[in-house]
């Protein structure tokens, strides 16, 4: 089932169901219900994701709301390293999560580096100021279930919930692009020479064809363009003198030479 968000597109329930199926793998299932209830009844509120902990307030049966805290391990700046660092050599992931957009198979790259983005149920720490000694309690489970719907709202809470903010995440990534894509051209291999006396046969000769020069115009005739530049004034000598022919009148034989090739 997908419900639409903002105009976004369809909002995967991939992400709260991975979370759910850890609750449930270590939890009573009367509070499991009895949880549910309390999150759909609007009863937890102020929830806030900060990395390695989750704080809401939950409502119950005393006046004053129950304080409920959810706590996972941070990825170390190495751990973290070596996930960005795995997510920027792919482009099926590199390209989504700087558009905004949590890719489908994220999870990869933590299970290949030997971590995990969901919690496991080992290291699944969670406290409640209410009197049930059992946990997690009825108000963890509530806390659990909203959180879950959030994380369909917005999948990089997860990555928040670990220790990594949405915005350094893509920043973190757009630097290791960039560095990659330096490494590669400096490693790129360099033209070899070719010795010029080896070069001369094809030197000017290009890829490409030259394109075919326009045909003349059929009304076009030899020394048109005398006709147009009118007479010089200028002779063989260099310079006009009575009864020298203008220099355009010279020309003109050879102008009809040339178009008779």
Known sequence: MTATQGGAGPVSHRWSKRLIMV????????RLHRGRTYAASGDVEDLDVRPGEVYASVRGTRRRPYSVTIRISVL????????????AARTDL??????GRMPEHVEDVFHDTGL???PSRREFDADCTCP???????HIAATCYVLADRLDQDPFDLMLW???RKIDLQRRL?????????????TAPEPEDVPLAEALGGFWSGTQPLPALPAAPEEARPGAILDRLGPLGVGVSGEGGRGEPDLTDLLRP????????
């Open 254 to 261: 050879a102008y009809d030479a040339l178009a008779r090739g």
């Open 116 to 118: 995990s983005l969901y």
């Open 94 to 99: 590199y390209t989504p999560l700087l558009e």
């Open 174 to 186: 757009e630097s290791l692009r960039d560095e990659q894509s330096w490494e590669q051209s400096e």
């Open 162 to 164: 670990r220790g990594r």
């Open 132 to 138: 049930d000694l059992v946990r997690p309690c009825k």
């Open 23 to 30: 609750l449930e793998g270590f939890s009573d299932r009367e």
């Open 76 to 87: 170390t700046p190495d751990q973290w390293s070596r996930v960005e660092r795995m997510m």
